[in-house]
DNA sequence: TCTGGGGTCCTCAATCCC
DNA sequence: TCTGGGGATTGAGGACCC
C-alpha cells in the first residue's frame, strides 16, 4: 500500500489531500511512523526519522498521532479484495502481501482488477509487482510506486539491477552492504561472481549460501498463507531515561499487565519469559528465563520479569525496557495454523501488492 | 531534542543427552 | 570404558523488516 497509514488519514480527513501529511508519535523520542509523499516530496521526510526532524525542516505540515484501529480497520478491507480474488495471500504486516499467480491466464489484468476493487472499496492506492519470485515481486513492486504495477522477469531484473548495490534486495541491510564492501562487493554483479564457498566463509554456511544466491537474484522462498505467532511482547521508550530502580519496577509491572492481558486476548501461552533493556548509550541487554509450563499468568509473568530485572541491576541510565513471552505451545492460537502454497510447477508469477 | 514498537530469523556458545 | 560426534534446548546478541 502507498504510505498507507497517511493515506488512511486522508480518508478520513479529506481537506487534508495535497498537503504534507506526517503521521507520528507525540513524545520527545517519536519517530515518523508515515509520511505522505507530498512530504516526502517536500522535505525529504521518510519513516524511521525522528518527529523532531520532521518538525524542523517542514513545520507547516499537517501532524498526526497514529490511529491503529483505523488502520487496522483498513487493512482488513484490502486483506479482504486480495482474498476474495486470489486463494494464496500472505499477509505482511497491515500494508503489504504476498499473492501466488501461478498459473492465471493473465496475472498483469488480474492484479489492475484487483488494485481497482481495492481503490473502489477503501479509496486506497497501491503498488504492484509481478516476477518469478516473492523477492522479485518485492523488489518490482517498489519500482512502480505510487500506485504503479509493474511486470519484471528475473532476467530483466539482472540486468537492470547489475550496477545497484546489493542492499536493493531485501534482507541484506546497511550492516551487511558494509561488510559486503569490506570484501570488495559492491554491486550486484560483483556479489553474483562470488563463489558460495567465499561468501560461506565469511558469513557462514547458511548466510553465506543465502547471499550466493541473492547475489544472482534466486529466491525459492514459498508464499505462506499464515504464520505461527513465535513472541510477542510491549515495550516502552521513556521520554527521559529512568535512573531509580524502584521506577523501572513500577513501570515493568505494568508492561507485564498489559502483555498478560494482550496474551490471554490470544490465548497464548509461553514458556520462556524475557526482558529487554536499551541504556542510555544504546545497548541493548537482554535477560530471558524458561519456565516449567506454558504460561500467560500475570503473577508467572511479573515476578521472573522482577527476578531479572533485578539480577541484572542496570548501571546506566535506563532508556527502554521491554517484557517477552516466547515458546509458545502448539496450536494455541487457532489462526495460527500453518499452511503452506501448492508448490506450483510452472512458477508464472507471483505478485507482492506492498 | 537523535534514533518507536512489534515482530522474525540467524549465529554462537554452553549444556545436556544419546 | 573411553572418546567423539551429533542433536536439542537455552540464552544472549544482532540484523532486518513493516
Not at 501461478?102 to 476493487?117: D, F, N, Q, V
Not at 500506485?147 to 528475473?154: I, N, Y
Not at 569490506?182 to 560461506?200: K, P, V, W
Request: charged share 25%; glycine share 8%; proline share 5%.
Amino acid at each position: 500500500m502507498d504510505a498507507f497509514y497517511a493515506s488512511v488519514e486522508l480518508g478520513k480527513r479529506p481537506e487534508l489531500r495535497g498537503k504534507p501529511v506526517v503521521v507520528c508519535g507525540s513524545g520527545p523520542r517519536a519517530v515518523v511512523t508515515t509520511a505522505s509523499y507530498e512530504a516526502r516530496k517536500l522535505a525529504g521526510i521518510h519513516s524511521a526519522m525522528p518527529a523532531a526532524v520532521a518538525r524542523r525542516r517542514l513545520p507547516d505540515a499537517v501532524y498526526l498521532r497514529p490511529d491503529f484501529p483505523a488502520y487496522r480497520e483498513a487493512s482488513a478491507q484490502v486483506m479482504e479484495v486480495l482474498r476474495r480474488n486470489v486463494e494464496t495471500v500472505e499477509v505482511v504486516g497491515l500494508d503489504e502481501a504476498y499473492l501466488d499467480l501461478t498459473g492465471l491466464y493473465s496475472p498483469k489484468a488480474t492484479m489492475r482488477r484487483i488494485a481497482a476493487e481495492i481503490r473502489a472499496d477503501t479509496g486506497l492506492t497501491c503498488s504492484v509487482g509481478i516476477s518469478e519470485s516473492r523477492m522479485l515481486a518485492k523488489i518490482t513492486s517498489e519500482l512502480g510506486k505510487p500506485a504503479g504495477l509493474v511486470v519484471l522477469s528475473r532476467e530483466d531484473a539482472l540486468v537492470r539491477f547489475a550496477g545497484d548495490s546489493p542492499g536493493l534486495v531485501p534482507g541484506i541491510g546497511p550492516k551487511t552492504v558494509a561488510r559486503l564492501e569490506a570484501i570488495g562487493i559492491a554491486t550486484l554483479t560483483e556479489l553474483a561472481r562470488r563463489q558460495a564457498s567465499e561468501l560461506e566463509s565469511t558469513f557462514g554456511p547458511r548466510s553465506g549460501a543465502w547471499l550466493h544466491a541473492r547475489g544472482r537474484l534466486w529466491d525459492e522462498t514459498p508464499i505462506t498463507v499464515s504464520r505461527e505467532t513465535k513472541s510477542q511482547s510491549t515495550e516502552i521508550t521513556f521520554d527521559v531515561d529512568v535512573r531509580q530502580r524502584g521506577e523501572l519496577e513500577k513501570h515493568l509491572v505494568e508492561l507485564a499487565a498489559e502483555l498478560c492481558r494482550r496474551l490471554a486476548k490470544r490465548e497464548l501461552e509461553g514458556r520462556t519469559i524475557g526482558i529487554k533493556i536499551r541504556l542510555d548509550d544504546w545497548t541493548n541487554v537482554s535477560r530471558s528465563h524458561s519456565v516449567e509450563a506454558p504460561t500467560n499468568d500475570l503473577a508467572v509473568v511479573t515476578r521472573v520479569a522482577l527476578e531479572l530485572l533485578r539480577a541484572y541491576d542496570p548501571q546506566r541510565p535506563v532508556r527502554l525496557l521491554g517484557v517477552r513471552l516466547a515458546s509458545f505451545q502448539g496450536e494455541a492460537d487457532p489462526v495460527a495454523a500453518e499452511s503452506e502454497a501448492p508448490a506450483g510447477q510452472l512458477r508464472l508469477g507471483f505478485s507482492s501488492a506492498a
